[in-house]
């Protein structure tokens, strides 16, 4: 498990995209007053570098969600507080290995690659203030040199 691992829950207010030598996408997360940005990492260091994903669209683990809807806005500590929201997707049997696909991260075209998957579900999530996003991972920041 990860040192610092942590649960964002909130609200998306932006979106940005990396170029291809900083291979992420960042959300603007709002929590309390608090602005978050998270960093997704849509491309491994590590060869090979796609990454998998799966698209379910209605999401439902009865125990899993419930335990999310009931955290609190910002951040909630999973190492200490929710050990039991520590997810693996596939070895905790929420998603199939099988039912995963490669996702390029960036492929000239429409709709072929993790980008065009991600930025409308975010886009949809910031035009409408009561959808949540939850981030799990590891907390970091601010960097040095680099705002925010």
């Known amino acids: 498990m990860l040192k610092n691992y942590k649960i964002l ?12 030598n900083d291979p992420h996408i960042e959300i603007r997360i709002e929590a309390n007053g608090i ?5 997704l990492n849509v491309r491994s260091k ?16 009865s125990s899993l969600t419930e335990a999310l809807e009931v955290l609190p806005m910002g951040l909630t500590d999973i190492r200490n507080d929710l050990p039991e929201l520590a997810i693996d997707y596939v070895r905790g049997g929420l ?6 696909n490669v996702a390029p991260f960036q492929l000239s075209g429409p709709k072929n690659d993790l980008r065009d998957f991600i930025e409308p579900i975010v886009q949809e999530g910031i035009a409408d203030s009561d959808v949540h996003f939850y981030a799990f991972g590891e907390a970091w920041g601010p960097e040095n040199n680099k705002p925010d």
């Open 95 to 100: 998603i199939e290995r099988e039912d995963m």
């Open 9 to 20: 829950k909130g609200t998306a207010s932006a979106l940005a995209l990396d170029d291809d």
């Open 46 to 61: 590590e060869s090979p570098h796609d990454l998998l994903y799966a698209n379910i669209v209605d999401f439902k683990h």
């Open 35 to 39: 602005s978050y940005r998270i960093a």
